[in-house]
């Protein structure tokens, strides 16, 4: 149930002592917008990409309590979550990072048959960058709470940077998802 996956997520966010937490934190935050959009009836499948955050999280989980041995990209980030010199953006982006380029394409491959293939799977896709783009001035107001430097950044350009990094990142991993076809 995603309602367990988001409070584990959280948990995992309390429970961290160093930057740790930070993606975590987002994450819960995330998934929740992901779980009100599914009951909102804004995915084509909604149960279905139920299931699928909640595989998606699974692989985080996994690799940040211990279940598993966590791949290179994980251990990467447990490796500086202490370092203070980084930014908590450098923080979030490396957890994204990891959990981007190597979670989600391996809860594709498990889970792209049950919606006859990755193209079955685009509209929610594109619903999902839907509600990234509408959650990430929660995003950024938060960090901004703690990193000023957030919001000078955000600003720049009317937010356009932003919003085409979001767009420029949504096409890459539209094009490298359908070569797994």
């Known amino acids: 149930m995603l309602d367990d996956t988001i409070d584990a997520l959280r948990g995992v966010a309390l ?16 998934t929740d917008r992901i779980r009100d959009a599914a009951t909102a009836g804004r995915f084509d499948d909604g149960a279905g990409m139920a299931r699928f955050a909640e595989a998606f999280a699974e692989w985080y989980l996994r690799a940040m309590t211990g ?7 994980w251990q990467a980030c447990r490796n500086v979550a202490d370092d203070g010199r ?8 490396a957890g994204i990072n990891a959990h981007v380029n190597h979670d989600l394409p391996q809860v594709v491959i498990q889970l ?12 929610d896709f594109d619903a999902v960058n839907d509600v990234l783009s509408e959650t990430m001035p929660d995003v ?11 919001n000078i950044a955000a600003s720049r ?11 420029a990142a949504r096409a890459q991993a539209w094009r490298s998802a359908v070569r797994l076809e």
């Open 15 to 30: 429970d961290a002592d160093d930057a740790s937490g930070y993606f975590p934190a987002m994450y819960a935050r995330v």
């Open 67 to 73: 279940t598993t041995t966590p791949p290179g990209c």
């Open 86 to 93: 980084l930014l908590i953006v450098q923080h979030l982006l």
């Open 112 to 123: 792209a048959a049950d919606r006859d293939g990755i193209g079955g799977m685009r509209a």
């Open 140 to 150: 950024l107001r938060d960090l901004g709470r703690v990193s000023a430097w957030v």
């Open 157 to 167: 350009g009317g937010g356009r940077v932003f919003h085409f990094s979001l767009e």
